[in-house]
Structure formats: C-alpha cells, structure tokens
C-alpha cells in the first residue's frame, strides 16, 4: 500500500514517502543507506514492484497477437499504460507516445530515422553539457550523411550562453538536441524560449527530459517541443523502457527505425508495407512488463503533488549547496541559478573515485567519474567529479550525513 498524500496537501511529508520505497530502508556497509544517486537511477515505489508482480502472476502474455484472454488482458493494460503517459506529457493523442529501451533508443530512433534525410551542409545544434547519448548518435549521424555538429558553450556557471545559442543558430539547423536538465551540473536550461526561437528559424527540437520528469511532469502541448525522450528508472518506473514522444505529423512524417514484427501492415518478398502509428516504430516484442511498470510510477507521481515536490526540492538543493560549499576545499561544478538537486563537487586535490569510496564505507551512495559527459568535464578542466543526486524522498538529515562524509574523506586523504 502506498501511503501518498493527496494533491491537495500542502507539503511534503517525506518521512511518509519514504515508507513506500522498500529499498531506502536498508543498511550499506553497516550503515543505514543514504541513496544519493537519482540521476543514474531512482528508487521505485512498493505499487511499482507490486504491479510488475502482478502483471507477470496474472496477466503475462504477448501483445497486439492472440485473440485469447491473456493477450487481451496484456493488450489491454500495455495500451492503457500508453494512454496515462500520453495524459501525463499531455500529448495530444497517445499515438505520439513511442515505447523505447530508454533515453538512449528514443534518441537513437530520431537520429538515425529524422536524420535519413539529412544531406552534407545540414547541421545538429547540441550543447556541451549534453549526455553522451545526446552526443554521439548525432555524431554517427554527421558521418554518415556528412553534416555538421555545432556546440553550443556553457558558462563557468554552467549555463548555456544564450547569445553563443543564438549566433548557432541558422536556417542550417535541421534539429536543435538539447537537455532539459543537465545530469552532471544540475542546471534547468531556458527550453520554453529556446523552442521559441528555435521555432521562429523553422528548427524543429527535440528535448532530452531524462532528469526533469523525476522532478516535475511536463507539458510537451505547453512547450511546443517536437520531441521529447525520457527513460522509466530514472522516474521511480522499472529500467529497461522509455519514451519517445513527437508530434504525429513529424513521427507520420518519419521512416522506420527498426524492422521486425508488429511494425508491419503485410509482408512479401516483394516488398512490405508499414503499421500504423505507434506500432510502426515498435517492432518487436516490446517490454511489457516495464511499460505497465511506467504506468505504475507515473499514477504514484500523479498522487503526489507537483508543486509540493517542487518546493521541496527547492529548499533541498539550496540546502544541500549551502551545507556542502561550506566545507573547506569543496567546489561544486555547477552553479546555475535553476538547478534541480544534484550536486557535482571536488574536494581539495583528492579524486572523486577516492571520494566516493570513502563515502560508500559510509553507506552513502554517490556516482563519481565523467557522468558520461565527458566534453563536459573537458570544459571545466576536470576528468570528473563526485556527484550527490537527490530525489523528493531524501531529507535534510542525509544531507548532513553527506557533509559529514566529505569532511571524513578530507580527513583521511588530504595533505
Ligand atoms: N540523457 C540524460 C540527461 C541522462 O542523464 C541519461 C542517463 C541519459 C540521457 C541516458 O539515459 P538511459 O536511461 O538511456 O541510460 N544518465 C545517467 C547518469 O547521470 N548516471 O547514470 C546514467
């Protein structure tokens, strides 16, 4: 049983939260755990694991194939779980809503199936503070139809610089790819008004939300993005699924990406003729378990409020900067002034693997390394950092536990 406030309450109450969250209630190295790596995955909730359970117990089948009961019942809930996340983005029609592997594949499809129609001359506008999976499959894609990949620089605080965007920006813009919210900085970038003037060159964009939607749904009608991806782990939903939204004029517009069952409308040797949307673009059988787990985290997120999450989590991060920055020698990379809670830092000259080594005795969980943001990190001069990634179930408390950690570390390996 989830024991989730209601929407109409004002505040957080986190402790209540975190009673839903089995896994936060463990020990690390004889220590309770303090889980601060959100950004590379989240949580789930006991409704989540609960229904993953279920499906497979009573309802485990294949979709979209049998004319038998289970294969209605699986059917049926996968397309239902289609519809609640279509709701969730607000996506005019639940057509828009493509099932993927993840982030990864959602961009993956747009690069490799927009971008066919790419020629030599046409260019990608990306940032620096991009994930590599923002990166390279526009670089495979560059190559191969020999186009350009524009950067735009972000600032020491880690902000895109807005003049450098809009000096890249060009009637030789194919696609503007950029993150929401950057995994290893923390930093909200200004999507609604880069999708603005994007739109104002004819530049169709295409949003990485991997690290908004775990703090905060979206609206894609609201912002007007082409497309937006995200993955289920990283929004307290199972790994292994994600999704690609696009409008359905650009995504009717599209080739396949991937050929294989379901995708199809018939086959000869002749030649074959294409499903519909969305199947046209789910070839294969799909994750159906992860898809209805989605489902399962999106209704949790949707009992909890937003604007409760939000102020939270506000007040978190400031806290967790103040906290962490007041620790002699700790610089955080990162500086933003919209930043969600996650916190990259350096303490003194020792290496962030020893860092959160020392914080992992601990039982305090943090990623250390490039983040797989590696130009990033070139940036800033760095070859990594120690990252703290917060998510709405962590308390004030384990940001203390964190700093006391860092002092610890300091302790131990600084000369
Ligand atoms: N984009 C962003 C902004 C991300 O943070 C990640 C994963 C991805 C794309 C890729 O998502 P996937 O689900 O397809 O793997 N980021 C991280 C991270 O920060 N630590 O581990 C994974």
Not at 109 to 121: E, M, N, Q, R, T
Not at 245 to 261: I, R, T
Not at 316 to 340: C, H, N, P
Request: proline share 5%; hydrophobic share 40%; glycine share 8%.
């Amino acid at each position: 049983m989830d024991t989730t406030l209601t929407p109409a309450t004002a505040a957080l109450n986190v402790e209540l939260l975190r009673k839903d969250f089995p896994a936060l209630h463990q020990s690390a190295h004889d220590h309770p755990l303090v889980y601060l790596d959100n950004a590379a995955t989240t949580q789930k909730p006991q409704s989540v694991i609960d229904r993953i359970r279920r499906y497979y117990e009573s309802e485990n089948s294949n979709v979209h194939r049998g004319v038998h009961f289970l294969s209605q019942l699986a059917t049926d809930a996968y397309e239902g779980a289609r519809r609640t996340i279509a709701s969730y983005i607000n996506a005019s029609d639940p057509r828009e809503v493509i099932f993927t592997r993840g982030t990864t594949e959602s961009i993956n499809l747009v690069a490799s199936s927009y971008g066919a129609s790419f020629v030599p001359g046409d260019e990608v506008l990306i940032s620096t503070m991009e994930h590599h999976s923002n990166i390279v499959p526009w670089q495979m894609l560059c190559e191969r139809r020999g186009c350009t990949l524009k950067v735009i620089p972000v600032s020491d605080e880690g902000e895109i610089i807005y003049e450098e965007f809009e000096r890249l920006l060009s009637e030789r813009t194919k696609i503007l790819a950029v993150c929401h919210t950057s995994n290893a900085l923390g930093t909200v970038n200004p999507i609604q008004r880069m999708i603005r003037d994007a739109h104002a060159l004819g530049v169709p964009v295409l949003i990485d939300a991997a690290q908004a939607l775990p703090h905060g749904p979206m609206d894609v009608r609201e912002l007007d993005c082409d497309f937006l991806c995200f993955s289920s782990h990283k929004m307290f939903g199972p790994t292994g699924v994600g999704v690609l939204y696009g409008k359905q004029d650009l995504l009717e517009s599209l080739p396949p990406y991937q050929g294989g069952g379901d995708m199809i409308e018939s086959v000869s040797f002749e030649g074959t003729t294409y499903n519909e949307l969305p199947h046209r673009f789910e070839a294969g059988t799909p994750n159906i378990a992860g898809v209805i787990g989605l489902e399962a985290a999106v209704k949790y997120l949707q009992k909890v409020s937003p604007a409760a999450i939000s102020s939270y989590e506000a007040e978190l991060t400031d806290y967790a900067t103040k906290t962490i920055s007041s620790i002699d020698g700790v610089r955080i990379v990162g500086t933003a002034k919209r930043k969600v809670p996650v916190m990259s830092f350096l303490v003194g000259d020792i290496h962030p693997y020893d860092c959160g080594t020392i914080l992992d005795r601990l039982g305090i969980a943090v990623r250390t390394g490039h983040h797989c943001t590696q130009p990033l990190m070139h940036r800033f001069g760095i070859p990594g950092t120690a990252r703290a990634s917060l998510a709405f179930y962590n308390t004030f408390g384990e940001v203390d536990a964190l700093a006391d950690g860092i002092r610890k570390a300091k302790s131990m390996l600084m000369r």
